[in-house]
């Protein structure tokens, strides 16, 4: 079964870091993209950041740009959202996301809570 499994949220003072994990099982990693998507209360799902199955090519999001990063370790099938200067407005629940390739659908991990508060 394809699975994708998140951990590393939780609760952090605004200005604080958290780095957020995926493994990632299934399927042959390294060969596609992948994405941490999050999800605010009231607001639509939106992309956050993606990578190339390589890792050498990252997308953020304006809001992230500079304060996200978004790296994998495919020895270890794990992709890893390292969030620092955290703000308020970050807090949401974070998945992780393999995109629908083909006949395949979308993948989601199962999410992990992100709050920033003081």
């Known amino acids: 079964q394809v699975q994708l499994v998140e951990s590393g949220g939780g609760l952090v003072q605004p200005g604080g870091s958290l780095r957020l994990s995926c493994v990632v099982s299934g399927f042959t990693f390294s060969r596609y993209v992948m994405n941490w998507y999050r999800e605010a209360p009231g607001k639509e799902r939106e992309l956050v950041a993606a990578?190339?199955?390589?890792?050498?090519?990252?997308?953020?999001?304006?809001?992230?740009?500079?304060?996200?990063?978004?790296?994998?370790?495919?020895?270890?099938?794990?992709?890893?959202?390292?969030?620092?200067?955290?703000?308020?407005?970050?807090?949401?629940?974070?998945?992780?996301?393999?995109?629908?390739?083909?006949?395949?659908?979308?993948?989601?991990?199962?999410?992990?809570?992100?709050?920033?508060?003081?």
Not at 62 to 73: L, P
Not at 80 to 104: H, W
């Open 51 to 118: 990578i190339t199955g390589t890792g050498i090519t990252t997308n953020y999001a304006d809001s992230v740009k500079g304060r996200f990063t978004i790296f994998r370790d495919n020895a270890k099938n794990t992709v890893y959202l390292q969030m620092n200067s955290l703000k308020p407005e970050d807090t949401a629940v974070y998945y992780c996301n393999r995109p629908s390739v083909g006949i395949f659908s979308d993948i989601w991990g199962q999410g992990t809570q992100v709050t920033v508060s003081s």
